[in-house]
């Protein structure tokens, strides 16, 4: 197996479950405290892609929530190779915030691959987000996920789909 | 030649000619070959004097060319480093053993002080061993890591790092940094032309040296020098030459920078602090104390196991020379001496052996069996203990056959004759009294008559005079059975002459027995009253061979004190008592008659030990006149 090292980023506005995202992924926990992050936080998970004989170590950059980038913040993603941007299922203010990051991400750097987690799919009660606005994102993202951090529902399908997005893109190169 | 050809050489004649040499030397290979060689030496001191590119650059064709070279005529390249390979193993194993000798030194000579203590405290605090914590204390600075990063993207290209570096996950600290590094940027440099170059931490020292393409980040324990960071930058710089272009589009592939490693390996320099050459001249007092320890140990384990040898040997020379002991072995076990054998129950014991040989007692400890000794001391020993072991006994051993000199009764010498059978190592038994004691023994025996006299002759014991013939006979018997174990003579005895019994009777007339009080005998008076009857039974038995006959008269005698009428009785009372012991011995009672002697002082309390008395007198009779 070839090990290759990515860099992939979470993106997204404040307090839309970035962190427990990273944290479920990388470490399987939840926690209902939330702790806002300051600047950026950096985890590392190896995924075994067998199809490919690869093993890609995604080496997450956790910035910090923001619905807008500054120097320093748009200064973290450069290099990376693919986007997680997160979205907060109950406020579809989150989604306009989304378009707006990947919009400056875009003006800044290449496109690379991405993938859109609609998040906290566990609150149904309070669900704001239809049907038709997700459906709507396909064309922006190259896959849209429906999650959960507290439950753990599609993290991980959807973190894999990333990583092989991004090793399929260096094999095509 | 038209005129534009010759417009053409009067215009360009020179430029044409230098044009027509220089396609010559380009086109004709030999030509190019000379050129290139006449300059390829200077070209070659050039770029090497300019930069390192030269190395690398021959460093892959040279290296094949040699590996090809040494796989296909490896004997020449064996024979040609030969000279070469013995001196740089020998060079290599002198460097090891001296660096080897040195880190045991300082490892000796730190443990053994307090700093030392201390600093074994701190190490076992920080969880790194010993030697390391030494070695860190010993360091004026250490290389323990080095990342190279990609200055795109964050992602970790290479890392080295010392062995005992602690290691973390090497992609997330180098995605950490390269996120610090972009927030002090940003925050600190609005126009991003500063970099952070340099960060401490406790103990540690962060340097950044920026290359084009990658970040080599050093993690250093203690003070680096300036110069440092030109070596580093020139080996950055050596990176970039050698993988410039994986590293610029470097997206996580390690097999893109194939070997980056071993580069990163030259960053993990270090050098160890200046040792005080008043130290370092002597030997470290603390080894010093340490040999002389180890030296006295050394002396003390000789020395013992010297005396413990000596006290060995002393003991069984001691045990040999004892007599009724026999060792078979003696060793020492756990601090004590083993003797496994024999011993006779009257030999010394091993406490008096040892004490003998000046061995604690408790130091030793016997296995010994129980036997009877044939050795001479122990069987003279044996035979002593029959005799009471009297002071007076003296005993030798001639073969098995006991000579015992000293007083002894006939008693006693029966007793030992009945014990002989069980005495081990002792046949016979043989009494050599002293001169005095051989006559005394002689009288006890025979009770002679006063006309035999009894001497000591040299061995044994003369008997002279004469006696009556039965007597004699009687004495040969007696001594013949009486195993004297001394010569007795007998020859000088002659048999006694009738004519002179008168005198004979004289001699036994007129004799008295004293008596204590009542009709008990003084000491001694009774015994001698038994012998005398003895004598005095064998006189009667002559005369009464001779045809003559002897009228005993008792006289009982008292002193004047107490009831006269009572004195009378008692007076009897003795003469009765003397009659009692003479006819015991075979006197005829017929031949006794009786008196009394009563004092007659007037002071019935005088008392007067001579008067308790029996005398007896004898009379010469003819047989016929008596009867």
């Known amino acids: 197996m070839t090990l290759i090292t990515s860099k992939v980023c979470v993106v997204g506005d404040f307090a839309v479950g970035k962190t427990s995202v990273v944290e479920r992924f990388v470490n399987n926990q939840f926690s209902e405290k939330y702790l806002t992050t300051i600047g950026v936080k950096v985890d590392t998970k190896e995924i075994d892609l067998p199809l490919r004989h690869v093993t890609q170590k995604l080496i997450i950059w956790d910035v910090a929530g923001s619905d807008h980038f500054g120097d320093s913040e748009i200064s973290y993603l450069r290099g990376s190779a693919g986007f997680i941007f997160v979205v907060d299922g109950t406020r579809p203010q989150t989604l306009k915030t989304a378009r707006s990051l990947r919009r400056q991400i875009e003006a800044k750097y290449d496109r690379r691959p991405s993938v859109m987690l609609a998040n906290k799919k566990d609150l149904t009660n309070a669900w704001e987000i239809s049907a038709d606005q997700i459906e709507s994102l396909a064309d922006d993202y190259d896959a849209v996920y429906r999650t959960s951090a507290k439950t753990g529902d599609d993290i991980e399908t959807a973190l894999i789909r990333l990583a092989d997005l991004i090793v399929g893109r260096e094999l095509h190169e | ?627």
């Open chain 2, 1 to 627: 030649m038209n005129d534009l050809d010759k417009l053409k050489e009067l215009l360009f004649g020179a430029e044409k000619q230098a044009l027509e040499s220089i396609t010559r030397r380009v086109e004709h290979r030999e030509v190019r070959t000379a050129d290139v060689a006449d300059i390829l030496p200077e070209a070659i001191h050039r770029s090497h004097k300019k930069s390192a590119e030269l190395v690398e650059s021959l460093r892959p064709p040279v290296g094949e060319c040699m590996q090809q070279e040494f796989h296909h005529d490896p004997q020449t390249y064996s024979d040609a480093l030969y000279p070469v390979i013995g001196p740089a193993i020998r060079k290599s194993i002198m460097h090891a053993l001296r660096n080897f000798s040195q880190q045991i030194n300082e490892a000796v000579e730190q443990s053994l002080t307090f700093r030392g203590l201390r600093w074994r405290i701190q190490a076992s605090r920080a969880g790194v061993p010993l030697g390391e914590f030494l070695l860190q204390k010993n360091l004026l600075y250490r290389v323990e890591q080095a990342y190279l990063i990609s200055r795109e993207n964050g992602l970790l290209v290479g890392h080295a790092h010392h062995e005992a570096a602690k290691i973390k996950d090497s992609d997330a600290v180098s995605a950490m940094f390269t996120a610090i590094q972009d927030f002090v940027q940003e925050s600190f440099s609005p126009d991003r032309t500063g970099r952070l170059e340099s960060a401490d931490m406790g103990e540690f020292t962060l340097w950044a040296v920026h290359g084009p393409h990658a970040l080599l980040v050093c993690v250093i324990r203690g003070v680096p020098p300036r110069a440092l960071r030109s070596e580093l930058s020139a080996i950055l710089e050596r990176i970039h030459f050698r993988y410039g272009d994986s590293i610029r589009s470097y997206s996580g592939d390690t097999s893109t920078v194939p070997d980056v490693a071993s580069e990163l390996d030259k960053c993990l320099q270090f050098e160890a602090r200046q040792q005080d050459d008043q130290v370092k001249r002597g030997v470290p007092t603390p080894l010093l104390v340490l040999l002389l320890l180890a030296g006295a140990a050394l002396v003390y384990f000789v020395a013992t196991r010297w005396l413990q040898s000596q006290e060995l040997a002393r003991l069984m020379t001691e045990l040999e020379q004892t007599a009724g002991v026999y060792v078979a072995d003696g060793y020492r076990d756990d601090g004590k001496i083993v003797l496994s054998g024999m011993r006779d129950p009257l030999a010394p014991t091993i406490a008096e052996i040892a004490a003998a040989a000046g061995v604690p007692s408790d130091a030793v400890e016997a296995r010994l069996r129980p036997f009877q000794s044939l050795e001479p001391e122990i069987v003279i020993q044996r035979v002593r203990k029959l005799f009471g072991e009297s002071d007076k006994i003296e005993i030798e051993l001639v073969g098995s056959r006991a000579i015992v000199s000293g007083p002894s009764t006939i008693e006693l010498q029966k007793r030992v004759r009945d014990s002989l059978p069980l005495i081990a190592g002792v046949d016979a038994i043989e009494y050599r009294l002293p001169a005095v004691d051989r006559v005394a023994r002689i009288r006890e025996l025979l009770g002679p008559p006063s006309t035999i006299a009894v001497t000591a002759v040299p061995d044994g014991v003369a008997l002279m005079g004469s006696a009556p013939l039965s007597w004699i006979e009687s004495a040969v018997t007696r001594t013949a059975n009486a195993e004297l174990g001394f010569y007795v003579d007998l020859n000088a005895l002659v048999a006694a002459d009738p004519g002179t019994l008168q005198d004979r009777l004289a001699e036994f007339s007129g004799v008295a027995f004293r008596f204590s009080s009542g009709t008990t005998f003084a000491e001694g008076a009774e015994s001698l009253l038994n012998d005398y009857a003895v004598r005095l039974r064998s006189l009667i038995d002559e005369t009464g061979n001779a045809g003559s006959d002897i009228r005993i008269t008792l006289t009982g005698s008292t002193d004047s004190s107490g009831d006269p009428a009572v004195n009378a009785t008692l007076a009897k009372q003795r003469a009765a008592a003397a009659a009692g012991i003479l006819t015991t011995v075979g006197i005829d009672p017929a031949s006794i008659v009786y008196a009394e002697n009563i004092s007659d002082d007037d002071d019935e309390s005088h008392a007067d030990p001579d008067r308790r008395r029996v005398t007896i007198e004898l009379e010469l009779m003819d047989s016929a006149t008596t009867r």
